[in-house]
């Protein structure tokens, strides 16, 4: 090996010292070695940490020559990092350590060795030196925080993995010096309902239960113990176990306050309320109740939870019946709105929520009457005489006290049509309907009914009465203006009549139009129309300017018919209005004068005389004469002078 070559050119060097011939040549040899690769002729060992007292001599490296030489060290401890560890005296060879080194910062020093002749201070030796540097047990393992915290939940499982602590030791590796264990030094506060387990991978885990209300916090404090030979260093940490609160225990000691009686009908009333206790942390989901009712098949109940109280509170959300019993038994049971856990409880076992029951009272009120059938419907013809049958309603009263006598009366009746029977609800005619009239709406008229107990108050049942009045032909076709303007021509020229039926299909229109009395050769309807709306009313050329009375046939499909007074006006025109028409009106300042003066007194009658006519003709009929048909009605207009 080259350190067996190296120590064998060293007993050589010391032994054949006095043969200068043959030194020189192993001289020459080493130094040629030298030049192919650093070599170390000896090694030293210095302790970390040494406390001295300082300097002291680590060695001494002696070369056997007959001349004077001096020695010379540089390298790692003299010129280099960690500088002023070592020195070398130049006469002796004697290496002298000056201060202590630390193992951790540096485990070799690295040095080299020169050996110069006095005379010239050429060298004569060049070798390399290692100082080693022996590890001392002066580093405890540390932590890599002072103070680990972890928050669980009370209901964690036992045998869970909390967390994992960690420390490393800066001593030589894989020497007792930095092999550690960890160990449990205190637990605060002591507890038999839990115990800390402390893995050799520092991994913490436990035993048995957290309990919230016997300790909130656990404080461990944990160690670090190395395996020195001859001393043991540690150091500790601390680990901060905060317990949140978990559900383990159940709301109990159920107390009802309130007085437990709701009277029918009534909704939005909390008859009773329920306080229980619960040892869980106020204000959480652990120690939050919830109430569930059983029992309550018909829906009228819910249960609420005060959030301050925790008390839960029974409401009416549906209207109570004393008639369908005077008693409601009720279950209601508790739990909370976090799952209940024990680490007590045996293998999955179910715990049953604690139940209490309740009985509420329903006190009896006066009901109104109801109405077997509230939206009721009939049949009716307008022209059905008074005192027709319409329709029978019915109500009934449950209540078991006088007030279940009862009466019909009409609520609303909006064109008074309609009398009904206080004992037996049946409903008859009192006028004859008008199914053209404003009350009657869509071909319905709609009337209110109402069925009164004898109660204190007295309570009011109410139905609805839709009547559908079935049309009649009672009304004939009207025209809509009786005053027409034709613009004078050489030609033909005609203008538009319309007529209006009250009535409805088939009673109705189309119309029929005609042209009554000797109108050949002057007037005539323009068959272009047929059965319509509307007719054209055409004038024949002949026929000069000047006003004229047409008696007009308007009849419905039925055949019933009008027969009207059309005033045409024949003028020349404007855009489309007769030019003339003033100055016949205006050629005599004293006719004009006297009928303003006319107008003017006869206004007031005729306002009052309008107010008394009936609204349903829009004219005034009269009969036609005796050669006219049965059904027909001749409806008078302004009488003018007819034109030549």
Known sequence: SVAM???CLRNCLISCGNHSVHGEDIKRDILHFAKKRDWIIDSYEIEEGNPGPFPYELSQVAVDRKYQVFFDLKGQGVDQDPKGVLRIEESTGKIVVYKPVDFEEYQVLKLSFEAKKQEDQSIDTRLGIEITIRDINDNPPLFDVDLYNVTV???LYQGSHLLTVFASDRDKPNTRNSTFHYAIKSVSPESSNIEFVLKETGGLSFKGCFDYEVAREHRLVIEAIDHGEVIQLSSSTTVVIKVADSNDHLPIEFKQQGSGKVKENEVGVS????????KDKTHRKAWRAKYTIQGDKGGYFKMETNEETNDGILTVVKP??????AMKNLKISVTNEAPYFSCKQIGGMRVQPNTTTVVIEVEDVNDPPNFVVTVKEANLKEDAPIGTWVEKVTAVDRDATASSDFIYKVGHDPGGWMNIDPQTGNITTRKMVDRESDHVVNGVYTVILHAVDKGEPPMTGTATLQIHVIDVNDNVPEL??????VC???NQTSTNISATDLDASPYGGPFKFE???DVKGQWKLDPFYGKSFTAG???HSSVAVGLYTLRVKVSDLQGTYGIYKLNVNVCSCLEHHCRNLNLTISSSGAVAVALLLAITLFLPVAVLALITISCKPVFSPMPVDETSEVNGYLMSSNEEAPGS
């Open 537 to 539: 009313l055409v004038r």
């Open 515 to 517: 042209l009554l009395g």
């Open 320 to 325: 109570l019946d004393f008639e369908n019993g």
């Open 488 to 490: 004078m021509s050489d």
């Open 153 to 155: 939940e009370e209901a």
């Open 271 to 278: 008859p009773l309320r329920l306080h229980v206790l619960d």
């Open 480 to 485: 809509k203006v009786n005053h027409v303007v």
């Open 5 to 7: 070559i190296l120590s």
